[in-house]
């Protein structure tokens, strides 16, 4: 039961353009989202959230879009850059403050 | 200055045999965590405490056991390793218990043959 779903296992994209990330989640009461990125064997690093409050996060190149009412949360990355090839986790927080994480999606920056 | 830190990085062992895998932030941080990514890549929670209290406790086998000396160290102790228990076991410290930040090692690789 996937309560955090990456639909998309890999991305794509050119340098210089615009990279969208998606999650989708089912649990209505997540109340905080984020979003994780991760190189080849290492750990993975915090990128950006967004708490149920708000509708956008932007911090840099990245911004987070939340739709409560699809229950979607996207990620974009504007310009893309050769660095940010990587995967990228979505994650939910619950009401015990656990982290519900999604499969990822492998993002990746063509020169 | 690695903030969060796992030894091994590898492991490779047999079956039956009992292994354990070391934490250690130096962030200050009260809480940490162990995960483990399987096979289909997804990151699930096993383990958490909080300044040495064990907080979360999922569905775990009784093989698994978390042992925390102090609150910047939680070690990961697996006996009788199955074939199943193959995965990448990430540990990861959070200021506190939260809506926080989680920082992550860099995994250690168990492989059981």
């Known amino acids: 039961d996937q309560q955090v779903k990456q639909n998309s296992p890999s991305l794509s994209v050119q340098e210089g353009r615009i990279s969208i990330l998606n999650c989708d989640y089912t649990n209505s009461m997540f109340d905080y989202f984020l979003w994780y990125k991760k190189y080849p064997a290492e750990g993975p690093t915090f990128l950006i959230s967004?708490?149920?409050i708000k509708d956008k996060n932007e911090d840099g190149r990245f911004t987070v879009f939340l739709n409560k009412s699809a229950k979607h949360l996207s990620l974009h990355i504007v310009p893309s850059q050769p660095g940010d090839s990587a995967v990228y986790f979505c994650?939910?927080?619950?009401?015990?403050?656990?982290?519900?994480w999604g499969a990822g999606t492998k993002l990746i920056i063509k020169p | 200055d690695t903030a969060v830190s796992q030894t091994p990085k590898y492991l490779v062992t047999q079956m039956g045999n009992d292994k354990s895998i070391k934490c250690e932030q130096n962030l200050g941080h009260d809480t940490m965590y162990w995960y483990k990514q399987d096979s289909k890549k997804f990151l699930k929670i096993m383990f958490s405490y909080n300044n040495k209290e064990l907080i979360i406790n999922e569905t775990v086998p009784n093989r698994f056991s978390p042992k925390s000396p102090d609150k910047a160290h939680l070690n990961l102790h697996i006996n009788s390793l199955e074939l199943g228990d193959s995965a990448v076991y990430f540990c990861?410290?959070?200021?506190?218990?939260?809506?926080?930040?989680?920082?992550f090692g860099p995994g250690t690789r168990l492989l059981v043959l």
């Open positions: 990861a410290s959070s200021h506190n218990r939260g809506q926080e930040t989680q920082y």
């Open positions: 994650a939910a927080s619950d009401s015990n403050y656990q982290l519900i």
């Open positions: 967004i708490s149920s």
